[in-house]
């Protein structure tokens, strides 16, 4: 909340009266998570996503301090899972959230596929889940804060796995 | 805990003073899990366990009440999670266990390169990792509750990915 303060330039009073209260505001941190999301997956693929969410965290690790916003950012992700799995009302509400990024992975994939670049044995909806299987897993490895060290070659194999 | 001493035929009193506190109660609870799941791996391969789960959680989703207890598993790989990225104390004391289900994988993985059935242009520390990379997605899948459906292709193409 401080940082927050900070960022913005804005009282505690001033971002409370504009979002009504702290759910509110996780809501729209987490919404503009997923949106910044959508806009790499739409523009350079969820791999590259992966690939950049890597690179943030292995950045984290050397610069502990100045890199803080990313841990929290994971810190955030880690709350969406445990709402999902623990309050029902949060989950429609989320899918709509979460349909943004879903949407654009679908997109990027189907204009690979019209390019020749993707494998045309399995469903784009199936590399489309396997994809997201992946950046699951990685998001969890990261928000566990475990040594994101050596997963190159592993984001290799995922992004070879759907290329043909 | 009021299901433990269903189980055990064991009173709170006896189960406490077996395991000292919660914390170890937890962990041990957990450190069973990794033992459970390592013996899948080393037997039947880290896509068997991957399609295990899932079968486990679609059942629990028709079964609601008799499956609790797969629900509170999950629910306790959370707990991990969280606990890997806040508590410094508990990272080497969990690194200890989850080093079981890891070198399982890897000794199922050399096998099956020995009899010809993986491929060879990847090292086996790499299909290691993506395989985990892919359990700890559905983990993470399947502890926020999301429904698990459609997923077989996708381990299907998990396993795929490893073969030759």
Redesign the interface.
Known sequence: MRRLEQATGLSRGAIFHHFRDKESLFIALAEDDARRMADVVATQGLVQLMRDLLAGSRKLQHEATSMREDRDW??AH?EV??R??TDPDF?PRWAEQSQALTAATRQRLRRQLEAGKLRTD??VE??A??L??????????L????PPD??E??LD??EA?VRQ
Do not use: H, I, N, T
């Not at 997201?132 to 490895?141: D, F, P, T």
């Not at 928000?143 to 475990?146: H, I, P, T, V």
């Open positions: 994971l810190g880690l899972s445990r999902l799995r989950r399995v469903p199936v590399l889940q396997f997201e299987l992946a950046l699951e897993g990685l998001l969890s490895k928000a566990m804060g475990l050596d997963l070659p592993v194999m995922v796995s």
